[in-house]
């Protein structure tokens, strides 16, 4: 069993954001060296840091590199709400 390493993240990214924008397919088409598992769980790690961002299209998924400076969003418990001007 191949264990997932920071080299093997580094080279999804590398593709990712050299693309800006790719299908899942064509993702695991440019890296042969992995498998499907080792790519699926990079993916996922890499969406729930929101280093990536992953949707649906039609039957398929694609992937988009996010930009640095975008933020992620916070809970809304996080706000303080005011009324008031």
Same mark, same amino acid.
């Given at each position: 069993?191949?264990?997932?390493?920071?080299?093997?993240?580094?080279?999804?990214?590398?593709?990712?954001?050299?693309?800006?924008?790719?299908?899942?397919?064509?993702?695991?088409?440019?890296?042969? #060296?992995?498998?499907?598992?080792?790519?699926?769980?990079?993916?996922?790690?890499?969406?729930?840091?929101?280093?990536?961002?992953?949707?649906?299209?039609?039957? #398929?998924? #694609?992937?988009?590199?996010?930009?640095?400076?975008?933020?992620?969003?916070?809970?809304?418990?996080?706000?303080?709400?005011?009324?008031?001007?």
């Amino acid at each position: 069993m191949n264990s997932i390493t920071n080299q093997d993240e580094a080279k999804i990214l590398a593709v990712v954001q050299g693309q800006r924008s790719i299908l899942f397919d064509q993702l695991l088409a440019a890296l042969p #060296e992995l498998t499907w598992n080792q790519v699926f769980a990079i993916v996922d790690e890499l969406n729930r840091r929101g280093v990536i961002c992953l949707r649906r299209r039609g039957i #398929e998924y #694609e992937l988009h590199a996010r930009s640095p400076l975008v933020r992620l969003p916070v809970a809304a418990g996080d706000f303080v709400l005011s009324t008031t001007a």
